[in-house]
């Protein structure tokens, strides 16, 4: 969602930036203490924090020294760094919103729904296939597997692929597990992942009381609308592709403004 985009705008003089994931970075942040003496700053970014050899020696050097911390993940709650309440103040991005731009500045709603929530993918000349793909490769070789343990990235991506090509549907877990080429459990284990991870949306009928009705009857949503137009292929949309778009735009703002509130959708 623009983790990275977000806190380069704020840096200045006494902010520092570190990108964990750069290529010899490992190398310089393998001994914390001697790196965090040369750091001279009053904040310090961490971008991708999870990469870092030793993320909590990296963080817990860095507050011993009164230097304030922006520690950037898309695993952040994976990391066990070990800080009191009172020492962290978490933040969870979610889309980009029509109406978090500054004044004066939009950006017209049909490109907002074909091209999704990603600043690269927003700010793009053309449709930027290339951009969900590098995502996908990323999210899944990169985030998934370090953050939640060995899978297979192959069945991973058929069922992301699988969710963004019917997002919004009722998914029948029996089949979706023969598309996946996994078990009914694995499906439910693996979607459980995409769940935790912020890549889906699971959305209950509202007033359906049964439990194994209301599992039957849940919608999934992707969280992206610009993944939803590169995986079904939609270089252009026409009507009906918008008004499934808007749903998801929709229900990502109730989402974003609501966090602690659930959600449903009408069941008739």
Known sequence: TGKSTLV??????????VDCERPGVEAELSNAKSFVEGLNKQVVVLDELHAAPQPAALVHECINRGIKVVAVSSAISSLAIDLSADQIAHHRLSCLRNDEFADGQTIPAIRRLRFGSMPQALLAHGFPEEVFRAWHDSVLVRDLQWAYGSRDPKKLSRLLIHVLQHSGECLAMSQVAKVVDLSRPKVAEYLAVLEQAGLVWIIYPFGVYSKTQAVEKRRIFAFDTGLISWARGWQKTDQ??????????????LRSSHPEIPIYYWHD
Do not use: F, K, M, T
Not at 240 to 253: S, T
């Open 8 to 17: 380069r705008q704020l840096l200045s003089p006494n902010i520092g930036y």
């Open 240 to 253: 009906a592709d918008l008004e499934l778009l808007w749903r998801h735009l929709v229900l990502g703002h």
